[in-house]
């Protein structure tokens, strides 16, 4: 065998990968079982070794587990060097340098930048600082909300229904507390599954005690002289009693340590192609930084060969086994990330599952069972095709519709299917809101996008 580039990194180079979550482990392991035998560091902000995300809201808030307790299993030894606790602070392309927050710098031939999202935080610092005020990401996030709400709060206000609310609001009632839901949009979940799914979900949490209020927000926290939250002020003129307040308003990219760097990475991740190689800000792609997980951005033939960022446990441990496979291969050995999205949620006492893209979707048949009994399957249709499934309490049927999604399966479904209800012969529109149209009261809409601007602060109306 010739001694290529290749072959000589594989035995003595060296490997950094950025982000010791998920993604992260899942590549080196996948590394070292190609027969990488170089150097390989990882790089993480927080000090814990990679845990696992989704009980944090589940197990732990009930109490049913310790955050502590949360590690990713491994698959095999790694015989890395690993350097937790110490953020990336800067990458430097042309030396293949990564600057670390203590100011020591770590040299690679490959790099690979799994560097994942954060909570969004409250937009106004001095009430996000407030005692009682939470967000809900991180290992520490986890064990401090736990602890807040086994103390048994009179009232918890959760901002904003997407999924990781709607768990925190459903971990809230399973354990006996008043809870209260502010979402500005039209309901739960909608951004995710559109309207007729949102209206599903609204039920569900009505039903099971949840003070669910849609079309609302938060305009402002209010603390008592010790500086622990004691209300919050809502855009109908309200004010909420509560003491223990968790913002969920979504996820920011962590990207901000390459502004600079000459890479394609901005608020919306960074940008990469199929095979997982990270863009430069001049749309050339790079042959020796890779991108992997909720930060990478990356274009599926399945869905228009949009760029798409998913923030997803199976998309994260997909694209890093191929960006790991890409890093160690020939150009012509390289494969594309072509995994169908797939997500999973468990609140209320059901069991939500999706496959695909249902945001794409411009309509929905409920092509199994029924809403009202909370148990049914909803397909997604866009441009004549099926995008997108989501499950309540029916996964079993969710592997077929995958295959669907994959062989571009024509929407409407052409033929019948077991336990399709009288309502579930025609599609309806899926109800997604128009991102064109402000769903809250903003003091300043942006209509365009300058190159030139690097911050955007929102401001509440009236706050």
């Not at 606790?85 to 770590?106: I, N, Q, S």
């Not at 008043?178 to 949009?185: F, L, N, S, W, Y």
Request: aromatic share 6%; glycine share 12%.
């Amino acid at each position: 065998m010739p001694d290529t580039a290749l072959e000589q990194l594989k035995r003595s180079g060296r490997i950094v990968v950025v982000g010791a979550s998920l993604a992260g482990l899942r590549a080196a392991e996948t590394m070292r079982e190609k027969g990488f035998a170089g150097s390989l560091t990882l790089i993480g902000d927080e000090p814990y070794e990679p845990y696992d995300r989704p009980p944090l809201s589940k197990s732990v808030l009930l109490g049913r587990a310790d955050a502590d307790r949360t590690l990713l299993p491994r698959r095999r030894a790694l015989d890395a060097e690993w350097r937790l606790g110490v953020p990336a602070d800067g990458l430097d392309m042309a030396a293949r340098t990564v600057r670390l927050a203590d100011g020591d710098t770590v040299p690679y031939d490959r790099l690979l930048i799994a560097t994942g999202v954060r909570a969004r935080p409250w937009p106004n610092e001095a009430e996000g600082e407030l005692d009682g005020v939470f967000t809900l990401r991180t290992r520490d996030d986890g064990a401090a909300l736990a602890r807040a709400l086994a103390a048994g709060p009179r009232r918890v206000l959760v901002i904003g229904a997407g999924f990781t609310g709607s768990e925190i609001a459903s971990a809230c009632r399973e354990r006996g507390l008043e809870v209260t839901v502010a979402e500005r949009g039209d309901g739960p979940l909608v951004g995710a599954l559109g309207g007729v799914i949102g209206a599903v979900a609204a039920e569900l949490q009505r039903e099971h005690g949840v003070d669910l209020r849609t079309g609302i927000m938060v305009t402002g926290l209010e603390g008592d002289a010790t500086g622990r939250v004691r209300a919050a002020h809502l855009s109908d003129g309200t004010t909420l009693e509560c003491d223990v307040v968790v913002v969920s308003l979504g996820a920011q990219r962590n990207t901000e340590w390459l502004t600079g760097s000459g890479l394609g990475a901005g608020p919306r991740g960074i940008a990469c192609d199929a095979g997982c190689r990270a863009f430069d800000i001049r749309g050339i792609v790079t042959d020796d930084i890779y991108v992997a997980g909720d930060v990478a951005r990356s274009p599926h033939a399945l869905f228009g060969y949009q760029f798409l960022s998913l923030e997803h446990w199976g998309n994260a441990v997909a694209q890093a086994e191929t960006a790991a496979h890409n890093m160690l291969s020939e150009s012509t050995e390289r494969r594309p990330h072509l995994w169908v999205p797939a997500f999973w949620s468990s609140q209320f006492g059901v069991n939500i599952k999706s496959v695909g893209v249902p945001s794409m979707g411009t309509e929905i048949m409920i092509a199994q069972g029924s809403r009202a009994e909370r148990r049914f399957t909803g397909v997604y249709g866009y441009q004549g095709r099926v995008i997108g499934a989501v499950t309540f309490d029916n996964s079993r049927w969710l592997q077929f519709y995958e295959q669907q999604i994959e062989a571009t399966a024509p929407f409407p479904l052409p033929f019948t299917t077991v336990d399709r209800r009288s309502d579930g012969h025609k599609p309806m529109p899926a109800d997604f809101p128009d991102p064109s149209v402000p769903t809250h009261g903003p003091t300043i809409t942006l209509s365009g996008y300058s190159p030139a601007d690097r911050r955007i602060t929102f401001t509440p109306a009236g706050h």
